[in-house]
């Protein structure tokens, strides 16, 4: 099975049918752990992790050089998501695993009239 790091827009948006996206190579990962630290004299401290899910992620994704109804359905897609989690699709060690996250913003660049490129930031959330 191959890496995926992709999400699917509903035929909704695209006007037809579901359109899997799959993020250029070169995408980043960012794990932060989230840890409580109790520190005391003569620099003696105390750490344990700060909940169940104590780490937090963001992905930082690319789509360079996409037609620009595609770069357009990626873009409504974000926005009508907005505040809301999607399925985001990443490999990791136990294979593809489907994460739920959210958009925190995008940008897009104007390549030329027809081909377009949007970056996204995702931010990995633990609900069902």
Do not use: W
Not at 65 to 73: G, L
């Amino acid at each position: 099975m191959s890496a995926q790091f992709q999400f699917t827009i509903p035929a909704a948006i695209t006007g037809g049918s579901d359109q899997v996206v799959t993020a250029d190579r070169g995408l980043s990962r960012n794990t932060v752990p989230r840890v409580l630290v109790a520190r005391f004299g003569d620099g003696y401290e105390q750490r344990v992790a700060d909940g169940v899910n104590a780490k937090d992620q963001t992905f930082m994704i690319t789509f360079n050089n996409r037609a620009a109804a595609d770069i357009y359905n990626i873009e409504k897609f974000f926005n009508e998501n907005t505040g809301k989690a999607f399925t985001f699709t990443v490999a990791d060690k136990a294979g593809n695993t489907a994460q739920k996250v959210v958009c925190e913003d995008y940008n897009i660049t104007y390549i030329s009239e027809n081909f377009h490129s949007i970056t996204a930031n995702l931010r990995r959330v633990y609900e069902p």
